[in-house]
């Protein structure tokens, strides 16, 4: 499983990059205008600071020219850039014409909420599906299991779509690995929490306490 960092503050991405953990960023486009008004600028500050693929989403839903005209725009700043199209009949439209037009384009459908809208992700090509999970998981009363049964969809008719899902805590990280997802994205708030468990701290204090108790502040020879 990959993982992705949801950002678009280079200081993120790079803390992130530093910790040996992320392969890629997405980003959105409420993300991108916490950038500042050079919405350009921004968008290649964290090109420059990723490690790999940047996820980018086309602005509008209901027309597919406007979203194929951005699409290929960000194709052209950079070969990192996925653009990434709404699950709308003009979404899809795009996807598909883009898809026949340069097949090398790699492009992403996003916001995707239910199984149906992951199935036509699938059949028209693209790339990979942002599943809308973890957001779905903090708005509902009982876990939001989309990972296994889109997994399932497209190994039923042999889709190569990726399936990307949008962590929020540790628990829904690690259901997600175990479900086989291809990459998750997480804020930098959610990805710090990774490292920590209650436990895990309770015990290492203890375990510090009861060393310097007898051995003060010494450690094994280096």
Known sequence: MQVFIDSSSP???RQA???GLIDGVTTNPTLISKGGPDMQATLRR???ASPGVVLCQAIGAREAEPLKAQ???LHKVSEKIVAKLPPSPAGFRALRELKRETPNMKVAITLV???SQAYLAGKFGADIVALFNGPLDLAQDQEVDMVGPVKRIYANYGFKTKVLSCGRFPRA?????VAGTDICTLR???MKLLFDHPYTEQRLNGFMADWKGVFGEKTWPE
């Open 11 to 13: 200081d993120e991405i």
């Open 113 to 115: 909420c239910s199984l």
């Open 46 to 48: 964290v090109v420059d």
């Open 71 to 73: 699409a290929r725009w």
């Open 17 to 19: 990059r530093e910790w």
């Open 188 to 190: 930098f708030e959610f």
């Open 173 to 177: 990280f690690g259901q997600f690995a």
